[in-house]
């Protein structure tokens, strides 16, 4: 088992400077969209695409504030990998999709210059999430808190293949869209632009990312803060979807699979707070009947050594179904 990495201050502060623009800017395009208007950064069709897109961001901004709490690299990059990919993706289809910005259709003075800086502040952001993230992996590993050490609540066998399977749909359209714009982008059950498409894309893509992350950490305590912000994120974009539903043909193949999707990614978020709450208990539980130091001594050579710490004393074998 390597030696796990502390997490770098940039990572905490590039997260709480994402999470209150994200909270601001997802506010703004979601209510314009519950009330019928595109206020997004480039010229859409219909309401409801920056409506979801918004909904997205404001939805992941109350989990950005908790990064911070975390001491180590691992426990958070399941929710900072996406967000890379959210920044650098949509700065991206903003630059590619130029033509199409409210500044350069000639909108209304607020919606350009809200475009504008939707594109000055997103290039500063994938900026700095990059450097942010070439300098969490240039740290060197071990530091206080930093040893190495097995899960402490592995992922029971039975949610292993529903994750697989939403996590591949996710990651699955959000690649079509982003390569394939004008086909993938033809198949929603609304209609939607090339921007559009790509933009939905990138956040598509990025929940495909954190899902499977989460997948591959098999540890509820490493994927804390994904946890809170995907059944947010459900939520939100639920939410949207219900105000815009004659908007979307749900008879429908993709809007079945859109529903699914859709519920598939709350169902993740809420069964894993279920789990990791259990755990949690379980944890506080055993270090109430066994505190630290009271174990007897094993003789050196024995196969039963206490743990470095309480969490390691607690958490089941990986592969236990059991959390």
Not at 231 to 252: C, K, N, Q
Request: proline share 8%; hydrophobic share 55%; aromatic share 6%.
């Amino acid at each position: 088992m390597a030696v796990r990495k502390e997490l770098s201050p940039g990572i905490v502060v590039l997260s709480a400077v994402v999470g209150g623009i994200s909270l601001a800017t997802g506010a703004l395009l979601t209510v314009t969209s519950l009330f019928g208007y595109a206020a997004g950064p480039w010229v859409s069709p219909e309401a409801l695409s920056p409506g979801l897109v918004g909904a997205a961001m404001a939805g992941v901004a109350p989990a950005l504030f908790t990064i911070g709490r975390a001491r180590l690299w691992e426990d958070v990059r399941s929710l900072v990998l996406p967000l890379v990919i959210v920044l650098a993706g949509l700065f991206a289809v903003s630059l590619l999709n130029g033509g199409s910005l409210q500044a350069a259709e000639g909108g209304p003075l607020f919606l350009a210059l809200f475009s504008l800086g939707w594109v000055a502040v997103l290039g500063l952001l994938a900026l700095g999430a990059l450097g942010c993230l070439v300098a969490q992996y240039r740290r060197p590993a071990g530091g206080t808190g930093a040893a190495p050490r097995h899960p402490v609540a592995p992922l029971p066998g039975w949610s292993k293949p529903p994750l697989a399977v939403v996590g591949s749909g996710w990651l699955g359209i959000g690649a079509g869209l982003l390569a394939f714009p004008g086909f993938w982008g033809g198949l929603l059950p609304w209609t939607v632009n090339r921007a559009d498409a790509q933009g939905l894309g990138v956040w598509a893509l990025a929940l495909g990312v954190g899902v499977l992350g989460a997948l591959a950490e098999d540890d509820l305590t490493r994927i804390r803060p994904a946890l809170r912000a995907v059944p947010l994120i459900a939520l939100a974009i639920a939410l949207v979807l219900a105000v815009h539903h004659r908007s979307v043909d749900w008879t429908s193949g993709p809007g079945a699979s859109l529903l699914a999707l859709v519920t598939g990614l709350f169902t993740t978020g809420a069964s894993g707070h279920w789990l990791l709450s259990r755990a949690d208990r379980r944890s506080a539980h055993v270090a109430e009947v066994a505190p630290a130091g009271s174990a007897p001594a094993t003789p050196a050579g024995s196969k039963s050594e206490a743990a470095p710490d309480a969490s390691l004393a607690v958490g089941p074998s990986p592969g236990d179904d059991d959390v």
